[in-house]
């Protein structure tokens, strides 16, 4: 007998029977084109259960109705405003309660999975008897709360450790980590892979039949969360995490091992447990500027919907640079052509991207087809046909003048040209260039597999339309772009590089790198500015800094002030300012009774704050929202902080200003306050 649901509107839930009894449930939420858990999205799936628990069915699927994917997540914006009414314990409380009551359900439940399935998503899996995810590159499942400063809250953090074991789940829980179908059903999150066409039928077949899971399985998830496998494992996974993340910084991580730890004998005081801890969290200055980061991230994200007509791509110059952003872009999709002067440099960004492919594309039988976007063009001949150039030679003017004059008038008309300079401002040049309303700086960030921004350096005759389209072509390369004007800098380099000088000149006071970087990694900084210079290599960020220097008003330290000895250039040659072993800094040991001057973090951390006034004053971004997404994605820039003129509002103007007095009396005028400190935005 199916269940009757007379009665109940629901505009965000499609009920379905089908011949064998099954009910299917499909989330399809209103006016939305993601699936996300908003209240009133629980308050409808509550009052289905409970119809469900009074006239049970043979079986209930649970799948989603929408073709982007299964479940995103809660409704970050909805959380955040319980964050500012006090309501987030409430909140917490009714996801609970709802897939409690799912879990509790007298009838086999499956949680169908196709797509992206995250934080609430795989929540509501959990409480299934079973889950099935589809075979599709599109499904992963993760949970990603670790990385808006809290943990799962609706009963994820308890029920995952007890299904696939307690290590497998803390490297999924700490990491924010996503996995996909494979991977899912290796450690036992889900029972059954399936191809995208038959998903519901084999979830169906789950329903009739069940499964039992390996007896492997089953025994490890008990062992790891005895109250004795708890008490050894907990302080291990602690130090763990403090390597990376400090409790101060990050206390999520800590709270969630503490909540699992100390646990309880009933899965009601569990429960307890985790509501108590996710809304202290919830709270603190640390999860509110996550949110306020994956706010920024998702606007940066929409500055590049549309359509970019970019297909084809054509890279001038295989340096690591170069050679980088043309392999990305093949990964990517695009097709891609690289030029430069001589084919034994095209041929060792070639074997770079072989390298890329091979970690990045996990199907073996894929790769060739990868492989084959990018293709060796030592005459240019892919000019005629790219929708887009993109310049990444000598950061040299009059050469990159010289090129342009041969490139343009080899191009498609409507075809963009970009030049990827670090530093050079773009009236330089676009002074000579046939087309300028087509042409833009399209500023990439070392490595440029990890980094996620990319700065559209603007010039005053470029048309509205290539910049819409060069965010375009970011988005679909999974990068964030931000528009910036075209001064000398830009956005990052000019933030950045007052805070590399001085730790420099520090360096040259005879302040120990290691010292210096690790003031900056108090603060926060993902690494220090010393190994920082090490890793973008000496020799860059010399060229940078002349470039630089001048127009921010700053004096270039001696380490800077010419270009390094060859094979001394820093990471890339395994020698710079420290020695590299295996890709890694060795910093050599402190003395024990080293004292680091006590202005030391903020002599590096107020020059970058205090240029990031000055960029929003002068309007190199439009808004400080749009500069602190840039200089985070950027730089690194301690995201917990929640940006620089984020860390200005919570730390107080004149707390700021008198520190940067004191430091302009003790060490010279390059600490003066720079304009723009009486900017209104910074105090609202």
Not at 456 to 473: S, V
Request: charged share 25%; aromatic share 6%; glycine share 8%.
């Amino acid at each position: 007998m199916m269940p009757h649901f007379d009665g109940l509107t629901l505009k965000n839930w499609q009920i379905q029977s089908r011949d064998d009894g099954i009910l299917i449930l499909r989330f399809d939420r209103e006016g939305q084109s993601v699936n996300s858990f908003a209240q009133e999205v629980l308050l409808e799936l509550e009052a289905i259960i409970e119809r469900l628990a009074m006239e049970p069915p043979r079986g209930v699927i649970l799948a989603s109705a929408k073709s982007s994917g299964f479940i995103a997540g809660a409704d970050i914006k909805e959380f955040a405003e319980f964050d500012r009414k006090g309501t987030v314990s409430d909140a917490i409380a009714r996801g609970q309660s709802v897939f409690e009551k799912l879990a509790l359900l007298p009838c086999p439940t499956v949680a169908a999975i196709h797509g992206f399935c995250m934080g609430g998503g795989t929540e509501m899996a959990l409480a299934c008897d079973y889950r099935i995810a589809s075979s599709d590159a599109s499904t992963r499942i993760g949970l990603p709360e670790v990385k808006l400063g809290i943990f799962p809250g609706w009963g994820g953090s308890v029920r995952l450790p007890r299904l696939i074991g307690a290590p497998a789940a803390f490297d999924l829980m700490l990491t924010g980590r996503s996995v996909n179908a494979k991977a899912a059903r290796a450690m036992g999150l889900v029972d059954r892979v399936s191809e995208p066409a038959t998903l519901l039928d084999d979830a169906a077949l789950l329903v009739l039949r069940g499964i039992e899971r390996p007896f492997k399985q089953r025994a490890l998830a008990w062992l790891s969360n005895t109250w004795v496998a708890r008490q050894l494992l907990a302080p291990q996974m602690h130090k763990q995490v403090a390597r990376k993340a400090p409790k101060a910084h990050y206390p999520a991580p800590y709270a969630l091992i503490d909540s699992w730890q100390k646990g309880g004998s009933s899965m009601r005081q569990r429960l307890e447990r985790e509501r108590r801890g996710v809304v202290k969290l919830a709270s603190t200055p640390t999860a509110r500027n996550l949110i306020r980061v994956f706010f920024l991230q998702e606007r940066m994200k929409q500055l590049g919907s549309g359509d970019s007509g970019i297909r084809k791509v054509h890279v001038v110059g295989a340096g690591v640079m170069g050679g980088d952003i043309a392999a990305w872009s093949a990964y990517k999709g695009f097709e891609v052509t690289l030029q430069d002067r001589e084919q034994k440099y095209i041929d060792a960004a070639l074997s770079r991207a072989a390298e890329l492919f091979a970690k990045r594309v996990k199907d073996e039988a894929k790769r060739p087809q990868v492989a084959a976007r990018l293709k060796s063009d030592l005459a240019g001949d892919g000019i005629a046909e790219a929708d887009l150039v993109i310049e990444a030679i000598i950061e040299r003017s009059d050469a990159k003048r010289e090129l342009y004059a041969a490139t343009e008038p080899r191009m498609k008309t409507d075809a963009l040209l970009t030049t990827n300079t670090s530093s050079i401002p773009l009236a330089e040049l676009s002074a000579h260039i046939q087309r300028p309303a087509q042409f833009a700086g399209l500023h990439y960030f070392n490595p440029v597999a990890l980094m996620p921004l990319v700065e559209i350096i603007r010039h005053d005759g470029m048309a509205a339309d290539t910049e819409q389209r060069l965010a375009a072509f970011c988005k679909k390369l999974d990068k964030l772009p931000v528009p910036v004007a075209g001064t000398p800098g830009f956005l990052v380099n000019r933030v950045l590089f007052p805070y590399l000088l001085e730790a420099m000149r520090a360096y040259a006071e005879g302040i120990p790198a290691a010292a210096i970087d690790k003031a900056a990694v108090k603060f926060g900084m993902p690494m220090g500015p010393v190994e920082l210079v090490d890793t973008v290599g000496l020799d860059v960020a010399a060229g940078v800094g002349a470039e630089l220097a001048p127009f921010l008003g700053l004096e270039i330290p001696a380490a800077l002030a010419a270009p390094p000895e060859m094979g001394k250039r820093g990471k890339k040659d395994g020698q710079g300012i420290y020695s590299w072993e295996n890709g890694k800094a060795q910093k050599p040991p402190l003395p024990k009774d080293y004292q680091a001057p006590d202005d030391l973090q903020d002599r590096l951390i107020l020059p970058l704050l205090n240029e990031a006034v000055a960029c929003l004053h002068d309007g190199v971004v439009s808004d400080a929202d749009l500069l602190d997404g840039g200089v985070i994605f950027g730089t690194g820039f301690a995201p917990f902080r929640g940006g620089p003129i984020q860390y200005i509002r919570e730390t107080g103007i004149d707390v700021l200003l008198e520190k940067l007095k004191a430091l302009q009396q003790r060490h010279g005028e390059r600490f003066a306050p720079r304009p723009g400190w009486d900017n209104p935005v910074l105090r609202d």
